[in-house]
């Protein structure tokens, strides 16, 4: 999977979709997308007022509000398909997501989901469908 396909899979075809799962490639080329974003509109906010980190509220200000609301969906059905392809259930993100309000917990949860995030997906199908990487392999074949 590409950098286009990853970036159109998860924006067109998987935008709220909270069942399978996700490669590494998916999600880490998604993220990297999301990074340039960010970077290409703080640049251009920096061109137009002179100041990259100018306070001044202007059209970029707006539309980086507006982009992390229509890319917030995405962001996290994906984390969800991302643990699902680590066989963990998807609450298990809300939950480590939920601790990070407990002080000094949040130390040990980022970077736990991190990890989570880092770690190769369960070779073949789980609980929560067929490996994004090879859907073809099936589990009857070991039984």
């Known amino acids: 999977m590409g950098f286009t396909e990853a970036v159109r899979t998860v924006l067109t075809q998987k935008y709220a979709t909270l069942s399978g799962s996700a490669s590494r490639l998916e999600y880490w080329w998604f993220q990297l997308f999301y990074f340039l974003l960010g970077i290409a509109l703080l640049l251009a906010n920096g061109l137009i007022n002179g100041n990259i980190f100018s306070q001044q509220s202007n059209t970029f200000s707006v539309i980086g509000g507006l982009l992390s609301i229509a890319v917030f969906v995405p962001q996290v059905c994906l984390q969800v398909r991302r643990f699902h392809d680590r066989n963990i259930s ?38 929560f469908g067929a490996d994004p990487l090879r859907p073809e392999i099936r589990a009857e074949v070991f039984a």
């Open 90 to 127: 998807g609450w298990w993100y809300l939950g480590l997501l939920l601790s990070c309000i407990i002080p000094f917990v949040g130390v040990i949860s980022l970077p736990a989901i991190f990890i989570i995030n880092l770690l190769r997906g369960t070779e073949g199908p789980n609980k």
